[in-house]
């Protein structure tokens, strides 16, 4: 077991990523050992992370930063960096470590007060780790201020300073910052390699992981979370029963009412549990005391926090709602493939029938409109729209056709 093996379908960029933790172990030997640094390396100061969503680029990204603070003995007998279990490699694959910084977008945007204190530390030597790196999630969030604070890090880092940046594709990053970057685009894993992870690394059954495998079409994070999670498949079931209800005007209404509170108590459910650890560590750092009482001049920090769990929440309820209409998404694309007669493998088996009556009863130019209007759906909630009022009015081309 490696920090590499939850690379779904990832080969090609497991290796390059290997390669250049072992130059990057090889310099900080060297360094230590007060020894001349190697001429030729495949390390560099600055990664970029390009890849459709669920093919792993953060997984990726991660995974580079526990094999860079890898402390496993075994790199002195010619072992490779990221064994695993050490613990730089844990506490960096956990999020704790102390020399690993993650950036993740709270709102729509990462803003420049969010990117300041991670910019100073950029520039400071690693604590007790091998390096100092800094995780950015969702660059392609960066605002035009916030970016500009990332390119000044990027284009004069310090030494033992590494970062990795993960976006969608190349294009969402600022061409100044990209060109200082080491491009690594990952594909979308297949769904047999998908389906296998599954059944290895989480015992899931056979038959249980290829079909959610399927259905979404090689995402690792939402085939993992369909695979676990038995309300996550009961949601999804839900959505993909939303085309069938939407022949008036009524059912329209109530199906985009339904999906809007459903997205919302999904994203209750996931932000909850981080919001409660999140609020108890930071009161105990603050010292609170017995009840929960806090020292004084500290309550403009838990309200700092909780405005941002605030945004975070309603980041999250949009990405749920995301994910609603990717499952639409595909259910059509299921349809359109059976009037097409196309070969292409249909990702909703378990909903065969149903495709086959909307296949028989429309046409594929109204496919294709439906499709439309849930993309229309999507860019509008990119642009805030109230989210009841965008899936309303999806709702309301769904039934036009």
């Given at each position: 077991?490696?920090?590499?093996?939850?690379?779904?379908?990832?080969?090609?960029?497991?290796a390059?990523?290997?390669?250049?933790?072992?130059?990057?172990?090889?310099?900080?030997?060297?360094?230590a050992a007060?020894e001349?640094?190697?001429?030729?390396?495949?390390?560099?100061h600055?990664?970029l992370f390009?890849?459709?969503p669920?093919?792993?680029?953060?997984q990726?990204?991660?995974?580079?930063?526990?094999?860079?603070?890898c402390?496993?003995?075994?790199?002195?007998?010619?072992?490779?960096?990221?064994?695993?279990?050490?613990?730089?490699?844990?506490?960096a694959?956990?999020?704790?470590?102390?020399d690993?910084?993650?950036?993740?977008?709270?709102?729509?945007?990462?803003?420049?007060?969010?990117?300041?204190?991670?910019v100073?530390?950029?520039?400071?030597?690693?604590?007790?780790?091998?390096?100092?790196?800094?995780?950015?999630?969702?660059?392609?969030?960066?605002?035009?201020?916030?970016?500009?604070?990332?390119?000044k890090?990027?284009?004069e880092?310090?030494?033992?300073?590494?970062?990795?940046?993960?976006?969608?594709?190349?294009?969402?990053?600022?061409p100044?910052?990209?060109?200082?970057?080491?491009?690594?685009?990952?594909?979308?894993?297949?769904v047999d390699?998908?389906?296998?992870m599954?059944?290895?690394?989480?015992?899931?059954?056979?038959?249980v992981?290829?079909a959610?495998?399927?259905?979404?079409?090689?995402?690792?994070?939402?085939a993992?979370?369909?695979?676990?999670?038995?309300?996550?498949?009961?949601?999804?079931?839900?959505v993909?029963?939303?085309?069938l209800?939407?022949?008036?005007?009524?059912?329209?209404?109530?199906?985009?009412?339904?999906l809007?509170?459903?997205?919302?108590?999904?994203?209750?459910?996931?932000?909850?549990?981080?919001?409660?650890?999140?609020?108890?560590?930071?009161?105990?750092a603050?010292?609170?005391a017995?009840?929960?009482?806090?020292?004084r001049?500290?309550?403009?920090?838990?309200?700092?926090?909780?405005d941002?769990?605030k945004?975070?929440?309603?980041?999250?309820?949009?990405?749920?709602?995301?994910?609603?209409?990717?499952?639409?998404?595909?259910?059509?694309?299921d349809?359109?493939?059976?009037?097409?007669?196309?070969?292409?493998?249909?990702?909703n088996?378990?909903?065969?029938?149903?495709?086959?009556?909307?296949?028989?009863?429309?046409?594929?130019?109204?496919?294709?409109?439906?499709?439309?209007?849930i993309?229309?759906?999507?860019?509008?909630?990119?642009?805030?729209?109230?989210?009841?009022?965008?899936?309303?009015?999806?709702?309301?081309?769904l039934?036009a056709g």
């Open positions: 077991m490696t920090v590499w093996d939850d690379l779904v379908g990832q080969e090609r960029v497991s390059q990523l290997d390669a250049a933790a072992r130059d990057a172990d090889a310099i900080v030997t060297a360094a007060d001349p640094l190697p001429e030729a390396s495949k390390m560099t600055a990664w390009t890849g459709p669920g093919a792993g680029r953060n990726a990204a991660r995974a580079f930063a526990a094999a860079l603070q402390v496993s003995p075994d790199r002195a007998l010619g072992g490779s960096p990221g064994c695993g279990f050490c613990d730089g490699c844990h506490t694959l956990i999020g704790t470590h102390a690993v910084t993650t950036v993740a977008a709270v709102g729509n945007e990462i803003l420049v007060k969010d990117m300041r204190d991670t100073r530390k950029s520039f400071t030597a690693p604590a007790n780790g091998r390096w100092q790196i800094i995780l950015v999630e969702d660059a392609e969030r960066l605002n035009e201020k916030s970016a500009n604070a990332v390119l890090a990027v284009e880092p310090a030494p033992r300073t590494v970062w990795l940046l993960c976006a969608p594709s190349i294009e969402d990053v600022l100044t910052i990209r060109s200082r970057c080491r491009h690594l685009n990952l594909s979308t894993p297949s390699a998908v389906a296998d599954l059944v290895r690394r989480e015992g899931i059954e056979p038959d992981a290829a959610v495998a399927r259905a979404t079409q090689g995402h690792v994070d939402r993992r979370r369909l695979a676990t999670d038995p309300a996550a498949r009961e949601r999804r079931a839900a993909l029963k939303l085309p209800r939407v022949d008036d005007i009524g059912g329209a209404l109530r199906a985009a009412q339904e809007v509170d459903a997205a919302a108590e999904d994203a209750k459910q996931l932000a909850e549990e981080m919001d409660t650890k999140e609020t108890d560590e930071l009161k105990a603050l010292g609170a017995q009840g929960g009482r806090l020292p001049g500290t309550a403009g920090v838990v309200k700092e926090l909780e941002m769990q945004r975070r929440r309603t980041r999250t309820q949009r990405d749920s709602l995301d994910v609603a209409l990717t499952d639409l998404t595909g259910f059509y694309r349809v359109l493939a059976l009037q097409l007669g196309s070969r292409v493998a249909i990702a088996a378990d909903m065969q029938d149903a495709l086959e009556r909307l296949a028989r009863s429309s046409t594929p130019e109204s496919t294709l409109r439906r499709i439309e209007a993309t229309a759906c999507r860019d509008a909630l990119d642009r805030n729209v109230a989210p009841l009022l965008a899936v309303e009015a999806m709702t309301m081309a039934r």
